[in-house]
């Protein structure tokens, strides 16, 4: 394969969703972390929609996470999806369900004020409901990591963040979800997926918004 270059997000959900696939496929590729607030110029010409990630394949760019997770996926040995065509575009539609799931994050940690917090937290928490239902243990379809489950990863580390600031009792109607969260945070390929200090960054962009989880950062001992 040619040479690859994930063009990343120090915080962005879907470029980890790429870079898992590339470590869990021990691929050979290398990470340019650009800043979204001041983007550099030659960035227009590979993101027509200007967001990361971007995988330059030589010198051809793929963009949309999910475009790229495939990819990769077909390109290189073995396979991440379950082989049963309708097992596969189960676990795609589950994955498109991680996606919506991450709007709900973002409309939680973004919520100005206390009512609007509690709703969308409970919409959260709802969200985790549904999904404990398709899940068998201890990944999402059994003993085979696949990857749905580094999707679902990208989701479950805002957990480790939020958890830092206040029992917010995501997952109480969820235990099935919580014994598959601390199944997927020990693969090597998820916690790479991130840079090092993630949990740091992502608690400074939290504390510089203009939100209800600010307030309460902001408030903590």
Not at 42 to 70: K, M, N, Y
Not at 80 to 94: C, F, G, I, T, V
Not at 111 to 124: C, I, Q, T, V, Y
Not at 129 to 150: S, T, V
């Amino acid at each position: 394969m040619k040479e690859l270059s994930l063009i990343s997000h120090h915080l962005c959900p879907y470029v980890q969703r790429a870079a898992m696939v590339l470590l869990e496929k021990q691929v050979p590729h290398r990470r340019t972390y650009i800043d979204l607030s001041n983007k550099p110029d030659w960035f227009a010409a590979v993101s027509p929609l200007g967001r990361v990630p971007v995988l330059l394949v030589g010198q051809e760019p793929l963009f949309e996470s999910q475009v790229i997770a495939e990819f990769l996926d077909e390109a290189t040995a073995g396979s991440l999806h379950p082989a049963d065509p309708l097992e596969k575009a189960q676990h795609r539609s589950w994955i498109e369900y991680g996606s919506e799931t991450l709007k709900n994050i973002a409309a939680f940690y973004s919520a100005p004020d206390a009512r609007s917090f509690e709703e969308k937290r409970h919409a959260l928490s709802m969200r985790f409901a549904r999904i404990e239902r398709e899940l068998q243990g201890p990944y999402f379809a059994g003993p085979q990591f696949h990857m749905i489950d580094g999707v679902w990863g990208t989701v479950f580390r805002y957990l480790d963040v939020f958890d830092e600031i206040g029992p917010f009792a995501l997952l109480d109607a969820a235990p099935k979800v919580r014994d598959w969260r601390r199944t997927i945070a020990g693969r090597a390929a998820v916690k790479s997926a991130a840079p090092a200090d993630y949990g740091d960054r992502l608690l400074a962009f939290l504390q510089r918004r203009d939100s209800h989880l600010a307030t309460l950062l902001s408030s903590a001992p």
